[in-house]
């Protein structure tokens, strides 16, 4: 019976809840900023570092011990660190393997920049009668840094662009100032490695 609760982590994975509360200790003091709960747990699920609600509850008990704190961000509930809990993540997190480590941090920082280019860059789906218009716009501080549209036969596909679109924006746009001005060299490799 004990073992459902384990559903969904993989080979390497956290099971003890004191590894789970380090692991957490350590993603907020390293990115030294409050996350939405919805990430902090999506980073666990979603890599299959820890079960939903071990690593809800290995929170919960963060908050009640004073590691962390809730605070409300735009309407959302965020998970900040405390002093302890920094002191915790210093003292503790170098008996977690490196490769959990590693794995959740870039996981966290990953869906933190999917969320931010979701609120600075904008995406908009139009039905025609021949398809669908896709507008995809990259923000700037001033003018837009570019907006584009495309005719996409269905929703399906629209779907499949957006998300790629704000996974990674300047790939777009690199690619984009490539095909059109026929200089790839000037704009640097279309993807990083």
Same mark, same amino acid.
């Given at each position: 019976?004990?073992?459902?609760? $384990?559903?969904?982590? &993989? ?15 350590? #993603? ?21 570092? *820890?079960?939903?609600? &071990? ?5 919960? /008990?963060?908050? %009640?011990? /004073? ?6 961000? *735009? ?5 900040? @660190?405390?002093? =302890? ?9 170098? +008996? #977690?393997? #490196?490769?959990?480590? +590693? ?11 999917? $969320? &931010? ?22 923000? +700037?501080?001033?003018?837009?840094? =570019?907006?584009?549209?495309? =005719?996409?036969? +269905? %929703? %399906?596909?629209?779907? %499949?662009?957006?998300? $790629?679109?704000? &996974?990674?924006? #300047?790939?777009?746009?690199? /690619?984009?100032?490539? @095909?059109?001005? *026929? ?11």
């Amino acid at each position: 019976m004990h073992d459902v609760f $384990r559903g969904g982590v &993989e080979p390497g994975g956290l099971t003890a809840d004191f590894e789970i509360k380090m692991l957490i200790c350590y #993603l907020l003091s390293v990115l030294d900023k409050p996350i939405p709960v919805s990430i902090l747990l999506e980073t666990f699920v979603k890599e299959g570092i *820890g079960n939903y609600f &071990e690593a809800a509850s290995a929170a919960s /008990g963060l908050v %009640k011990t /004073g590691h962390l704190t809730i605070e409300k961000i *735009g309407g959302e509930r965020c998970y900040a @660190v405390t002093e =302890l809990g920094q002191n915790t993540a210093t003292a503790l997190a170098g +008996d #977690l393997p #490196l490769v959990v480590r +590693d794995k959740a941090l870039k996981a966290a920082r990953h869906e933190l920049q999917i $969320r &931010e280019s979701r609120a600075k860059n904008q995406v908009s789906i139009k039905k025609v009668p021949d398809g669908y218009l896709l507008t995809m716009t990259i923000t +700037d501080i001033g003018s837009d840094l =570019l907006s584009t549209t495309i =005719l996409v036969p +269905d %929703k %399906k596909t629209c779907k %499949k662009i957006s998300e $790629r679109f704000v &996974e990674d924006p #300047l790939l777009f746009y690199k /690619g984009i100032v490539a @095909v059109i001005t *026929g200089n790839f060299e000037a704009v640097g490799p279309l993807t990083e490695e």
